[in-house]
T-cell receptor, first 112, second 116 residues
């Protein structure tokens, strides 16, 4: 069982749509949660951190549910430029350290 | 440029050869990570350093892989006796772990390895 699980998609949505991704993690002791964005053949880049109370950055809203061990990302009013892979990242306990552990990513395609 | 830089960007080698990748992190960052990524998968943790100390290694990291970070600055990742299964993108990332505990990674552009 992978520590961080995501639906790989692809999610194919029209411009202007609202789309949501979920990510589940297996280790209840995990700390710090993030969403990264990765464009084709590029490196991952931080999209936003995920806070316990939920947080919003423009069209993007992230939420954390510790009881059910999942985090979510909501994108409103999708733009063509939102097309990318969205990676869920959990700081997972490994040995004596917390290691940023990535899901496989969810692919989003926004079409005209 | 104050980002994370990796070299070489592309490496094609024959099976059995040794390869070495270099990563120059953001100078203020105290942590340096190596990840491997294959098509359709997320980055997979290999190892990380805090300053010059190598603190964790993935169980997936075979004895053919070795990483160093002399003087806590740049890092090298060497793969000995490469196999075709080593073909992947090798990503380096750095971060500053401060009192807040947040550990935000900044990635380099990666070194793509192809083993023939």
């Amino acid at each position: 069982r992978k520590e961080v699980e995501q639906d790989p998609g692809p999610f194919n949505v029209p411009e202007g749509a609202t789309v949501a991704f979920n990510c589940t993690y297996s280790n209840s002791a995990s700390q710090s949660f993030f969403w990264y964005r990765q464009d084709c053949r590029k490196e991952p880049k931080l999209l936003m951190s995920v806070y316990s109370s939920g947080n919003e950055d423009g069209r993007f809203t992230a939420q954390l549910n510790r009881a059910s061990q999942y985090i979510s990302l909501l994108i409103r009013d999708s733009k063509l430029s939102d097309s990318a892979t969205y990676l869920c990242v959990v700081n997972d306990r490994a040995g004596g350290s917390y290691i940023p552990t990535f899901g496989r990513g969810t692919s989003l395609i926004v079409h005209p | 440029d104050t980002g994370v830089s990796q070299d070489p960007r592309h490496k094609i080698t024959k099976r059995g050869q040794n390869v070495t990748f270099r990563c120059d992190p953001i100078s203020e960052h105290n942590r340096l990570y190596w990840y491997r990524q294959t098509l359709g998968q997320g980055p997979e943790f290999l190892t990380y350093f805090q300053n010059e100390a190598q603190l964790e290694k993935s169980r997936l990291l075979s004895d053919r892989f070795s990483a160093e970070r002399p003087k806590g600055s740049f890092s090298t990742l060497e793969i000995q006796r490469t196999e075709q299964g080593d073909s992947a993108m090798y990503l380096c990332a750095s971060s500053f772990l401060g009192r807040t505990g947040a550990n935000v990674l900044t990635f380099g552009a990666g070194s793509r390895l192809t083993v023939l």
